[in-house]
């Protein structure tokens, strides 16, 4: 069994910072990518930034040069870490992980429950 669990999410003013964690549990073989995706109400959901198991990162257009993802390998973490908050960024903000666990010879992709940001102007 493998779980996701984000935290870090709250209220915050336009221009301001917020700091998402996940952190992936359970009977984990290997974490190859992990990301960040985010869905407004009435919206789709959508991606925001992901990194690869070796650190290469990919970003959304509307979020480049404001967020930062990263991970901590040793402790099965990914950071989405927000800058330049704007009112458009509200969504609740969920992380995706591809895992193999320890059953299974495959790997599978993970979410967690997801965590609200809300940016007021």
């Known amino acids: 069994q493998v779980q996701l669990v984000e935290s870090g999410g709250g209220l915050v003013q336009a221009g301001g910072s917020l700091r998402l964690s996940c952190v992936v549990s359970g009977n984990i073989f290997r974490i190859n990518n992990m990301s960040w995706h985010r869905q407004a109400p009435g919206k789709y959901r959508e991606s925001v930034a992901i990194i690869s198991d070796e650190g290469n990162t990919e970003y959304a257009h509307f979020v480049k040069d404001r967020f930062t993802i990263s991970r901590d390998n040793a402790k099965n973490t990914v950071t989405l870490q927000m800058n330049t908050l704007k009112p458009e960024d509200t969504a609740v903000y969920y992380c995706?992980?591809?895992?193999?666990?320890?059953?299974?010879?495959?790997?599978?992709?993970?979410w967690g429950q997801g965590t609200q940001v809300t940016v007021s102007s």
């Open positions: 995706e992980a591809n895992v193999q666990s320890t059953e299974m010879p495959i790997s599978f992709d993970y």
